[in-house]
Protein backbone atom coordinates (compact mmCIF):
# COMPACT_ATOMS: atom_id res chain seq x y z
CA UNK A 1 0.00 0.00 0.00
CA UNK A 2 1.26 3.79 -0.55
CA UNK A 3 -0.03 6.75 1.07
CA UNK A 4 0.79 10.43 -0.89
CA UNK A 5 1.16 13.39 0.83
CA UNK A 6 0.54 16.14 -1.41
CA UNK A 7 1.79 19.98 -0.53
CA UNK A 8 2.55 23.13 -2.72
CA UNK A 9 -0.89 24.31 -3.58
CA UNK A 10 -1.64 28.14 -2.88
CA UNK A 11 -3.13 31.42 -4.14
CA UNK A 12 -1.22 32.83 -7.06
CA UNK A 13 -1.33 35.83 -9.14
CA UNK A 14 -1.13 35.49 -13.01
CA UNK A 15 1.92 35.12 -13.96
CA UNK A 16 3.29 33.82 -11.01
CA UNK A 17 5.07 30.47 -10.00
CA UNK A 18 4.13 27.45 -7.62
CA UNK A 19 6.26 24.38 -6.69
CA UNK A 20 3.70 21.04 -6.12
CA UNK A 21 5.34 18.60 -4.24
CA UNK A 22 4.23 14.90 -3.90
CA UNK A 23 5.99 12.09 -1.60
CA UNK A 24 5.27 8.34 -2.22
CA UNK A 25 5.24 6.00 1.59
CA UNK A 26 4.43 2.52 2.63
CA UNK A 27 5.21 -0.88 1.63
CA UNK A 28 5.67 -0.93 -2.12
CA UNK A 29 8.32 -2.40 -4.25
CA UNK A 30 8.97 0.55 -7.13
CA UNK A 31 6.93 3.26 -8.61
CA UNK A 32 6.95 2.93 -12.66
CA UNK A 33 5.24 6.30 -13.11
CA UNK A 34 4.48 9.54 -11.15
CA UNK A 35 2.27 12.15 -12.31
CA UNK A 36 -0.21 15.26 -11.68
CA UNK A 37 -3.51 15.59 -13.03
CA UNK A 38 -6.00 18.79 -12.63
CA UNK A 39 -9.35 19.09 -12.10
CA UNK A 40 -11.06 22.10 -12.56
CA UNK A 41 -14.68 23.12 -11.35
CA UNK A 42 -17.28 21.65 -13.90
CA UNK A 43 -14.72 19.92 -15.54
CA UNK A 44 -13.46 15.93 -15.60
CA UNK A 45 -10.12 15.43 -14.37
CA UNK A 46 -7.08 15.73 -16.65
CA UNK A 47 -4.18 14.42 -17.31
CA UNK A 48 -1.05 17.62 -16.69
CA UNK A 49 1.94 15.66 -16.72
CA UNK A 50 3.96 12.38 -15.82
CA UNK A 51 7.41 11.04 -15.34
CA UNK A 52 8.51 7.48 -15.49
CA UNK A 53 10.99 5.47 -13.78
CA UNK A 54 13.57 5.79 -16.74
CA UNK A 55 13.05 9.51 -17.01
CA UNK A 56 10.32 9.93 -19.82
CA UNK A 57 8.19 13.04 -19.42
CA UNK A 58 4.67 13.60 -21.30
CA UNK A 59 2.83 17.03 -20.67
CA UNK A 60 -0.58 18.41 -21.70
CA UNK A 61 -0.80 20.74 -24.62
CA UNK A 62 -1.78 23.32 -22.84
CA UNK A 63 0.80 23.72 -19.95
CA UNK A 64 4.11 22.75 -22.40
CA UNK A 65 7.56 25.29 -21.85
CA UNK A 66 5.06 26.26 -18.36
CA UNK A 67 5.51 23.65 -16.22
CA UNK A 68 7.55 21.00 -15.72
CA UNK A 69 7.52 17.92 -13.94
CA UNK A 70 10.41 16.26 -11.76
CA UNK A 71 11.41 13.48 -9.94
CA UNK A 72 13.70 12.12 -6.98
CA UNK A 73 12.94 8.86 -5.70
CA UNK A 74 9.64 8.59 -4.69
CA UNK A 75 8.70 11.94 -4.66
CA UNK A 76 7.90 14.05 -7.69
CA UNK A 77 7.34 17.88 -8.34
CA UNK A 78 5.53 20.11 -10.20
CA UNK A 79 7.29 23.88 -10.69
CA UNK A 80 4.52 25.80 -12.66
CA UNK A 81 5.78 29.01 -14.25
CA UNK A 82 3.64 31.43 -15.88
CA UNK A 83 0.39 30.47 -14.46
CA UNK A 84 -3.16 31.35 -15.77
CA UNK A 85 -6.34 31.67 -14.24
CA UNK A 86 -7.22 28.72 -16.31
CA UNK A 87 -4.43 26.87 -14.56
CA UNK A 88 -7.21 27.04 -11.37
CA UNK A 89 -8.07 23.26 -10.25
CA UNK A 90 -7.75 20.96 -7.91
CA UNK A 91 -4.42 19.06 -8.77
CA UNK A 92 -3.64 15.61 -7.81
CA UNK A 93 -0.64 13.04 -7.46
CA UNK A 94 -0.47 9.66 -9.05
CA UNK A 95 1.35 6.96 -8.81
CA UNK A 96 1.69 3.48 -10.96
CA UNK A 97 3.63 0.83 -9.16
CA UNK A 98 5.24 -2.10 -10.59
CA UNK A 99 2.63 -4.71 -8.59
CA UNK A 100 0.06 -3.03 -11.09
CA UNK A 101 -1.39 -0.98 -7.94
CA UNK A 102 -2.55 2.46 -8.97
CA UNK A 103 -2.77 5.85 -6.17
CA UNK A 104 -4.08 9.06 -5.68
CA UNK A 105 -3.66 11.91 -3.63
CA UNK A 106 -6.00 13.77 -1.70
CA UNK A 107 -5.33 16.58 -4.09
CA UNK A 108 -4.00 20.26 -3.28
CA UNK A 109 -6.07 23.40 -4.65
CA UNK A 110 -4.25 25.77 -6.69
CA UNK A 111 -5.87 29.06 -7.64
CA UNK A 112 -4.53 31.85 -10.03
CA UNK A 113 -6.20 35.25 -9.05
CA UNK A 114 -5.49 38.28 -9.58
Known amino acids: QVQLLESGGGLVQPGGSLRLSCAAS????????MGWYRQAPGKQRELVATVTSGGGKNYAESVKGRFTISRVWSTVYLQMDSLKPEDTAVYYC??????????WGKGTLVTVSS
Open 26 to 33: GSFFSINV
Open 94 to 103: NVDLSDGLNS
